[in-house]
C-alpha cells in the first residue's frame, strides 16, 4: 500500500490513522471531484481517498487524446488531487468488502478502515475477452495502460485494436497519428457504427483508411496468441495479424460488486437517489458506478467526465452537509454532456446516441458541420453535434422540449447553428 498526500508525491511509511470522517472509495475523477468539494464545505474533517490502481486520480480523457496528439503534452499535468484538499491518498488499495452497519471497510491486506461516512467512486472497468494472459494485450483504462501502450506503441510498430466503439476509434486514430501500423478489427462495419447514422459512420470509416488503419469490419479478435515478442490475432476469417500490441477497447461495467455484496441496492450499477445517496445509511456514490435519474432521459448510468465530476461534486458537498448539520441536501438534477476526438473531427453530445433510433440529419452542404438528433416517437434522447460547438444547452432545450411536444425533422432542422 501506498501512503501520499498528493498523487506523485513521495510515499510515506503507513502512520496514518484507520478512522476518518470521509472515505472515498476508488481515486478516479469523481472521488478527485469529492475530495475537492468536501474541503470546501467541511474545513476541519479527515478525508481519505482509497484507489486500487498504482496512481491517483487522472484525467483519463488525455490517455487517448492529448498525450498522443500533443506534442507538448504531459503526463505530469493529467492529476487531478491537488494538496489543498489534505486527504489522504492511498494507491494500491482494494476495497474487498463494507460492512454498512459497523461502518468498516476490509482492505485486500485485511486490514480495516472505518467511516462515519462513505462515498463509492468505483467507477467502471473494461469489459474482457477471454484472451490469454498478456503484456501485450491491453485492456485501455489506466495510466499504467497508457505507459505501456507507449513502450510497445513505438513508430513502425504494429497494433491491433479490437473494438470501434469509443475508446477504440480513439486509440486506433491516436495510434495511427504516431506512425504505428493499426488494424482496426470491429464487429460491426463501420467505425462507432453503433453510434453514427450509415452515412456519417461510412465517412468516418473511409477517413480511418485514408489515414493508413486497416479497417476490418464483421470480425472480433476470435484468435489470439503470446509469442514473447509479438502476439498474433486470428480475425473472423481466419486471417491472421502479428502485432507487438493488442488494445482491446469493447466496453465497460460497472464496478459494483462490492457494492452489491454489502446489501447495497445495484442494478447494473449502485443505485442512487435525487441526493446521490444509496440505500445504506450515509453511503453515496458518484461517477461511472451510479445509476441516477436523469431529468430528461430518465434512470440511467453515464461513463463520462462531465457526470463524474458533477456527481462528485454534489456528493461531496451532500455528505459535508450531513456532518456539519446543514440539513439541506443538494439534487443531481442533471443530463451530462460528453466529446471525442477522431483524427480532424472533433464532437460534442448529449444524450442517448443509438443508430437504432431514428435519427433527423442536419448537415452543411460541405458536411463538415452536422447535427444530429435521436428520435423515440417525437421524443428527441439524444443530440449529436458533430464540428458544432457551444450548442450542448440548446440541444437539452430540444430535449427538454420534445418531452412534452413530438418533434419532427420540419422542426429540428436548422434549430441549432451549424457553426
Ligand atoms: C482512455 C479513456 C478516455 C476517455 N475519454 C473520455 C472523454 O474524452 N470524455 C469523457 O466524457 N469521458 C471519457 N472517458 C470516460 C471517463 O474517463 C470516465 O467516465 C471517468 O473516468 C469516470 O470517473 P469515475 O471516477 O467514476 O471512475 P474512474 O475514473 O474509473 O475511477 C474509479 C476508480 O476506482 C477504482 N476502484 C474500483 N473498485 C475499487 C475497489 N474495490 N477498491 C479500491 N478502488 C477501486 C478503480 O481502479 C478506479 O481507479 C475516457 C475513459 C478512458 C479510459
Do not use: C
Amino acid at each position: 500500500m501506498q501512503i501520499a498526500t498528493a498523487p506523485g508525491a513521495e510515499a510515506r511509511p503507513d502512520t496514518a490513522g484507520t478512522a476518518f470522517d470521509y472515505v472515498i472509495v476508488g481515486a478516479g475523477i469523481a472521488a478527485a471531484s469529492a475530495a475537492r468539494s468536501l474541503r470546501r464545505n467541511d474545513p476541519d474533517g479527515t478525508i481519505a481517498i482509497l484507489g486500487r490502481e498504482p496512481d491517483g486520480p487522472f484525467y483519463r480523457p488525455d490517455l487517448s487524446k492529448t498525450l498522443w496528439v500533443d506534442e507538448s503534452a504531459q503526463l505530469d499535468s493529467g492529476w487531478l488531487l491537488d494538496e489543498n484538499t489534505g486527504a489522504e491518498l492511498r494507491t494500491g488499495t482494494t476495497v474487498t468488502a463494507i460492512d454498512a452497519e459497523a461502518k468498516t471497510l476490509t482492505l485486500s491486506d485485511t486490514s480495516t478502515v472505518t467511516y462515519s461516512r462513505l462515498l463509492l467512486a468505483t467507477g467502471s472497468e473494461p469489459r474482457n475477452l477471454e484472451l490469454p494472459m498478456s503484456d501485450r494485450i491491453l485492456y485501455y483504462r489506466t495510466v499504467e495502460d497508457y505507459r505501456r501502450l507507449r513502450a510497445l506503441a513505438r513508430p513502425g510498430s504494429r497494433a491491433v485494436v479490437v473494438g470501434g466503439g469509443y475508446i477504440g476509434a480513439e486509440i486506433a486514430a491516436a495510434l495511427a497519428q504516431n506512425s504505428v501500423d493499426v488494424t482496426l478489427l470491429m464487429r460491426g462495419t463501420t467505425v462507432q457504427g453503433h453510434m453514427f447514422p450509415p452515412r456519417l459512420a461510412e465517412e468516418v470509416t473511409q477517413t480511418y483508411r485514408d489515414r493508413g488503419v486497416t479497417v476490418i469490419g464483421g470480425s472480433g479478435a476470435y484468435g489470439v496468441s503470446d509469442h514473447t515478442d509479438h502476439v498474433i490475432v486470428a480475425d473472423a476469417d481466419g486471417e491472421t495479424h502479428t502485432a507487438d500490441v493488442v488494445v482491446v477497447g469493447v466496453g465497460v461495467i460497472p464496478n459494483d460488486q462490492v457494492a452489491q455484496q454489502a446489501g447495497i441496492t445495484v442494478d447494473d450499477g449502485i443505485v442512487v437517489d435525487e441526493h446521490l445517496a444509496t440505500s445504506a445509511a450515509d453511503v453515496w456514490a458518484a461517477g461511472d458506478v451510479a445509476r441516477y435519474d436523469d431529468p430528461l432521459l430518465g434512470r440511467r448510468r453515464v461513463e463520462h467526465v462531465n457526470n463524474a465530476k458533477r456527481m462528485g461534486t454534489i456528493a461531496g458537498r451532500n455528505m459535508a452537509r450531513s456532518r456539519t448539520g446543514t440539513k439541506e441536501q443538494d439534487p443531481y438534477a442533471y443530463t451530462p454532456f460528453f466529446w471525442s476526438d477522431l483524427f480532424d473531427y472533433g464532437y460534442e453530445a448529449v444524450g442517448v446516441l443509438d443508430a437504432s433510433l431514428e435519427t433527423v440529419e442536419d448537415f452543411t452542404d460541405d458536411r463538415t458541420a452536422g447535427v444530429v438528433y435521436y428520435l423515440d416517437e417525437g421524443a428527441v434522447r439524444g443530440v449529436l453535434l458533430w464540428n458544432v460547438w457551444d450548442s450542448v444547452e440548446k440541444a437539452k432545450q430540444v430535449m427538454e422540449q420534445s418531452k412534452t411536444e413530438p418533434l419532427g425533422a420540419d422542426d429540428l432542422i436548422g434549430r441549432i447553428a451549424l457553426e
